[in-house]
């Protein structure tokens, strides 16, 4: 019996997420427990923490402006990817078309450096 | 057992290969898959913790075992052992489940790389490979993809500010330099014209023959060569992609603790661990297949050794080349100091991702100009064209303004009044006592002066 070849791949998937589902849950039953009240803080170096805010509190505009850019750049990508598979059949004017899709990601590529967007202070 | 010494060629798979594989088959190459995974993260640790500690002039583990081999072992098997400590501000489902979608993504990415050609397993012609699919290579960018959300909600599920801030560096630095691998290996699927790994390794087997200086050579097939600054782009994204020195930002231990996992304790930490060198091979074993010529023999062995790729000997040249790419991560953790945070940023950002994207537009150009499919006056005139360009751009482009350098004492004019006090430039400070004292009994007549 023969079998699709994408089965092995979620095969492989099960088998490290038994393996990590196991082993962290026996390793709470397994390891030894002594109550401390002072070990349930947030880490803070010896001192008392500071209460965080729900959801962690507010942090560095800079993260979302990475992330969005990075989406513009994975969809880049993933417009290069067939187009490069199938390069040797498009030919000149595969070339053409992705010069011309490259040159339009450019330019906001070039207006997000102008804007500073690329720079992290 | 003969068949294998007899065939003295290597046979390469085909896709056709994994479809007819027998399910006894497949679930044995899981199993050894898995197994394979465990014992390489066991041996990798230890030989980081060796070579990092020669590099450093000490001995290194070197007491667990045979010339302390088993130290990683003995280690990951006192972690479950381990009090295993859940902060109260965490949020606890997130928490339990980040550190099993880091070790499962990292797992499911080894399923499509290729150790060796057709080999014969218990009667059965198979691949040394677990499965192959027309679309392989995202499989494997999926699986490093997905390893971000492992680490993004460790950070923010502990419920406190270290790894919050741990966990946004960490993905923020994971997705910029995926960008830039991802452009880089569109070269390798322009020249194999295909995305599954055992067609990549089958694509490198051989260079193209080429004429130089009258004589006939043959090419080196492996893309390393023929690719170079997608391999560069390649090394240096991969480095950044597995958190690894000198780009280990999310574990700036002087700034962030520990990163994403500071509240990571017993097993669910040893899964970070785990996860973080499995990525760290796979990457390596993606590199050996996409650039360096995969399971097959380096080029001088298959000229004196016709059965160098055949049966399971490939295993050896493939392990060999991700063992020597292995030793490249540790020699960089062991020489060079951490970067910092805006550099590593602007260097993905404005160095590795423009370069890739001309590197694919020069190759794409080429590729086009050398099949023929434009004139030679077309050809010299895009190059003019393109070459204009590029001097308009560059020569137009944004450059960082900089501020004009003042003197201390227009800066100083410059500050609104009531500002905070500035001591005067020409300050005469008075030594201390104890400077007087100590040059008093060192100097006695200086003193009646």
């Not at chain 1, 729900?54 to 994975?74: C, E, H, N, Q, S």
Request: with cysteine; net charge neutral; hydrophobic share 50%.
């Amino acid at each position: 019996m023969t079998i699709n070849p994408y089965v092995p791949i979620v095969g492989l998937l099960i088998l490290g997420a038994l393996f990590a589902l196991f082993s962290v849950s026996v390793a709470p039953i397994v390891g030894p427990k002594r109550f401390n009240r002072a070990k349930l803080d947030a880490y803070e170096c010896g001192i008392e923490p500071a209460p965080t805010p729900i959801g962690g509190g507010r942090f560095p505009v800079k993260f979302y402006l990475t992330a969005m850019l990075f989406i513009i750049f994975d969809i880049e990508t993933i417009f290069l990817y067939p187009w490069a598979v199938s390069f040797d059949m498009l030919g000149l004017f595969g070339f053409v078309e992705m010069v011309l899709f490259i040159l339009t990601v450019f330019i906001a590529y070039a207006y997000v450096w102008r804007r500073g967007g690329l720079n992290w202070d | 057992m003969t068949s294998f010494v007899t065939a003295a060629t290597a046979v390469d798979p085909t896709l056709e290969t994994f479809e007819n594989d027998i399910w006894w088959i497949v679930l044995i190459k899981l199993v050894g898959v898995f197994a394979l995974l465990l014992l390489l993260t066991l041996f990798t640790i230890n030989y980081e913790r060796k070579v990092v500690a020669r590099m450093a002039v000490r001995p290194g583990p070197n007491q667990v075992g045979p010339k302390g081999w088993l130290q990683s072992l003995t280690d990951g098997l006192k972690l479950p052992f381990k009090e295993e400590i859940i902060p109260k501000t965490a949020d606890k489902v997130v928490y339990f489940i980040a550190p099993v979608i880091s070790a499962t993504t990292a797992f499911t990415a080894f399923s499509v790389m290729p150790f060796g050609g057709v080999v014969n397993m218990f009667g059965h012609q198979t691949a040394l490979q677990l499965t192959d699919v027309p679309v392989s290579v995202l499989v494997l960018l999926a699986c490093s993809s997905m390893s971000v959300y492992g680490v993004v909600l460790a950070g923010w599920a502990s419920g406190s500010t270290y790894p919050l801030l741990g966990g946004l560096r960490s993905s923020a630095q994971m997705i910029s330099y995926e960008v830039a691998m991802g452009l880089s290996i569109v070269a390798v699927f322009m020249t194999a014209g295909t995305m599954s790994t055992s067609q990549i390794v089958a694509a490198q087997a051989s260079g193209d023959p080429v004429q130089l200086f009258g004589f006939e050579v043959t090419a080196p097939g492996w893309y390393a060569v023929q690719l170079l600054p997608s391999f560069i782009i390649y090394m240096i994204a991969a480095v950044g992609e597995t958190n690894r020195a000198p780009f280990d930002l999310p574990e700036a231990e002087s700034e962030l603790v520990g990163g994403f996992h500071t509240e990571y304790s017993s097993f669910k930490f040893a899964l970070f661990f785990l996860a973080e060198y499995i990525n760290m091979i796979t990457v390596s074993a993606f590199c050996t297949t996409l650039f360096l010529g995969g399971w097959r023999a380096p080029a001088p062995i298959t000229t004196f050794w016709e059965g160098a790729n055949s049966g399971y000997w490939p295993l050896l040249w493939f392990f060999g080349k991700v063992l020597i790419l292995l030793f490249g991560f540790i020699w960089l953790r062991a020489t060079l100091p951490r970067m910092r945070y805006d550099q590593f940023m602007r260097f993905g950002w404005k160095v590795l991702i423009p370069v890739s994207l001309v590197w694919i537009l020069f190759l794409a150009f080429f590729k086009v100009a050398r099949s023929g499919a434009i004139s030679d006056t077309t050809r010299w005139v895009t190059t003019g064209v393109v070459a204009v360009l590029v001097l308009a751009i560059a020569w137009g482009w944004p450059s960082p303004k900089k501020p004009k350098q003042l003197s201390i004492e227009e800066e100083l004019h410059q500050r609104p009044p009531g500002s905070f006090p500035v001591p005067p430039m020409d300050l005469q400070v008075p030594p201390s006592p104890r400077v007087r004292r100590a040059v008093a009994e060192r100097d006695p007549v200086s003193k009646e002066v």
